[in-house]
């Protein structure tokens, strides 16, 4: 294609000289090496980042594929953490009261539990015979 | 009459990396980082915008390998991917920022096209080295985005027309219509140059 107004040949190889001069600009020595490396660990960090996403997304893929029961379904987690949470709170603090309790219901008449901590001065005595560390716990008619 | 599709010199080295050899795949980014180093930095005329445009370029081709059939080059479609980031990038960058521009190789000292310029200058050549890199950057960045990408493909990486329009989606007759326009333009502000360095 030739323009009315073509610039002249020598001028435009001149230009076109001047221009290739870019060329010569690079970046240091051993930039492209570096880059590699800031490649895989951009890639590294993509895949980790995309993998928490995928967790989140299936499970909001699920939630939102339930339709309307989805609010029902909502409630009921909603409900079930709340109640964890309360026997949680309540029930921790009587557990081990409750359980000695229960015990004595079925021990003879006039038997009581010994008890015995673990681990404490006469549980590490050497001189003492390991089999009645294990009879402590029972009544003492047993 | 069938035109024989060209054959990829880099089909062995893709079908490796669309089946899973990342190495494969690094072979590619060292081979055609250099090149989409040049494209990019010279668009946007600074480092760091280039370092990030390049690794997302790559990634960009790495996710969408599997999608790459074979229609083109490998290397026609890397740098129809590069090309189209960096006209995007541009065009949202609209604030010109400040360049940054990489050191000059010293090979360009010995350089016909530097010593002629040279010479018709002034002998002290480190700095006019300097004063030339920024009087071309002011020209090239002075263009359009697309004769600027033209310009940079033809002249300075030195990709035949054909390819262009390949790479950018239009016909030869616009990518020459273009190149007409960009170096009229490039040629009144180097020569204006040129004027004042035969002054000095």
């Keep these: 294609m030739t323009h009315p107004q073509d610039i002249p040949a020598e001028e435009l190889e001149d230009l076109q000289k001047l221009l290739r001069l870019k060329n010569y600009e690079q970046p240091t020595d051993g930039y492209f090496e570096d880059f590699l490396d800031e490649f895989h660990r951009r890639q590294r960090e993509d895949a980790r980042s995309s993998q928490k996403a995928t967790v989140w997304s299936r499970f909001a893929e699920w939630f939102q594929d339930l339709g309307a029961a989805k609010w029902a379904v909502g409630a009921g987690v909603a409900y079930a953490v709340l109640a964890l949470a309360f026997f949680g709170t309540v029930g921790s603090g009587s ?39 294990v009879l402590e716990i029972l009544p003492s008619e047993f | 009459m069938t035109v024989s599709p060209k054959i990829d010199p880099d089909l062995d080295l893709v079908q490796r990396a669309q089946g899973g050899d990342t190495r494969a795949f690094d072979e590619l980014i060292m081979k055609y980082s250099p090149k989409i180093y040049g494209l990019i930095y010279n668009m946007t005329s600074n480092k760091d915008d280039t370092n990030d445009l390049m690794q997302d370029v790559f990634a960009k081709a790495f996710r969408s390998l599997g999608r790459f059939q074979g229609k083109s080059t490998f290397y026609t479609w890397i740098y129809a991917i590069a090309t189209n980031m960096t006209l995007n990038f541009l065009k949202k960058r609209k604030r010109r920022m400040a360049s940054s521009l990489d050191e000059v190789d010293s090979g360009i000292q010995n350089d016909p096209a530097f010593v002629d310029y040279s010479n018709r200058a002034n002998p002290r050549q480190q700095s006019d080295v300097h004063s030339l890199q920024e009087k071309l950057n002011e020209a090239i960045q002075a263009l359009s985005k697309d004769h600027r990408a033209v310009v940079i493909m033809f002249d300075i990486q030195g990709i035949p027309h054909a390819e262009i329009s390949r790479i950018l989606g239009v016909s030869e007759g616009t990518v020459r219509s273009r190149l007409f326009y960009a170096h009229k333009q490039l040629q009144g502000h180097l020569e204006e140059f040129r004027l004042k360095a035969a002054k000095i």
């Design chain 1, 95 to 133: 557990k081990s009261s409750n359980v000695a309790k229960e015990t004595e219901d079925f021990l003879p008449q006039g038997s009581k539990l010994q008890h015995v901590e673990l681990g404490s001065e006469r549980a590490n005595d050497p001189s003492k015979d390991r089999s009645e560390e």
